[in-house]
């Protein structure tokens, strides 16, 4: 079994920047897709970014290309979402996840099989 557990969170204002992570334990996930995947309050949950297994690429939401970033560390077994130039609207839960379906581009949430408890980031304005 996967466990994920995010961290980074927090309240910043309109324009500034958090860098979030995703730290795997119980085996390691270097073969696994990531991804990250946000919940405002009475939205559903919508895909924000992910990357394949090796790194080499990644594919985010329209509404966060080109402000947020997202990369891991294999050998730390972490996935990361690097987020500038936030705005009120990226407010919400934002959650890690893990599949052990496949190791390429995933962006539904149905094919992601391990997830983190989420950690809210609110922007103020």
């Known amino acids: 079994q996967v466990q994920l557990v995010e961290s980074g969170g927090g309240l910043v204002q309109a324009g500034g920047s958090l860098r979030l992570s995703c730290a795997a334990s119980g085996r390691t996930v270097s073969d696994y897709a990531m991804g990250w995947f946000r919940q405002a309050p009475g939205k559903e949950r919508e895909f924000v970014a992910t990357?394949?297994?090796?790194?080499?690429?990644?594919y985010y939401a329209d509404s966060v290309k080109g402000r947020f970033s997202i990369s891991r560390d294999n050998a730390k077994n972490t996935l990361y979402l690097q987020m500038n130039s936030l705005k009120p609207e990226d407010t919400a839960v934002y959650y890690c996840?893990?599949?052990?379906?496949?190791?390429?581009?995933?962006?539904?949430?149905?094919?992601?099989?391990?997830w983190g408890p989420g950690t809210q980031v609110t922007v103020s304005s």
């Open positions: 990357i394949t297994w090796s790194g080499g690429s990644t």
């Open positions: 996840a893990a599949s052990s379906r496949s190791g390429g581009i995933v962006v539904t949430t149905i094919l992601y099989n391990f």
